[in-house]
């Protein structure tokens, strides 16, 4: 499971139960993508 996070969205690459995870996980902390990548900008 990788996943890439830049200026303009995130990719996602592993199985699709890797990625459905992934995605649940992130959903607790971020309502929209936009506010995941800022926040890897601040964190940067």
Known sequence: MKVYVHS???LL???AWEVREKLK???KNYVFVKDWVESQKISK
């Open 25 to 27: 996980q992130y959903s």
């Open 13 to 15: 690459a592993g199985k």
């Open 8 to 10: 303009k969205g995130i």
